[in-house]
């Protein structure tokens, strides 16, 4: 099965930057699009950036200008540089991979890692 851990989450204060990782391993035959969301207590979880697997992309409002998405399909990895952190960032961020083990095609998500952007 699709294993997806994500790593790079921590504390930071505001103004800086993180960048997050998430690697898909297992039985894959091809990583169709990958996602990044986050939510924090209490709120629903939101699409924060998407990249499709020929590299296109898309992001929320919120974090357009600041936060890039990236793949790296020989390693199964989608990344998200995190620039010019605010405080309503912080959130549990979550990876989600579209991918495909034999024939069949469905979305797996990470377990999360936290970032924690201080004042």
């Known amino acids: 099965q699709v294993q997806v851990v994500e790593s790079g989450g921590g504390l930071v204060q505001a103004g800086g930057s993180l960048r997050l990782s998430c690697a898909a391993s297992?039985?894959?035959?091809?990583?169709?699009?990958m996602y990044w969301y986050r939510q924090a207590p209490e709120k629903q979880r939101e699409l924060v950036a998407a990249?499709?697997?020929?590299?296109?992309?898309n992001y929320a409002d919120s974090v357009k200008g600041r936060f890039t998405i990236s793949r790296d399909n020989a390693k199964n990895t989608v990344y998200l540089q995190m620039n010019s952190l605010k405080p309503e960032d912080t959130a549990v961020y979550y990876c989600?991979?579209?991918?495909?083990?034999?024939?069949?095609?469905?979305?797996?998500w990470g377990q999360g890692t936290q970032v924690t952007v201080s004042s």
């Open positions: 297992g039985s894959i035959v091809s990583i169709n699009p």
């Open positions: 990249i499709t697997s020929g590299g296109s992309t």
């Open positions: 989600r991979v579209g991918a495909t083990t034999g024939v069949i095609s469905t979305l797996y």
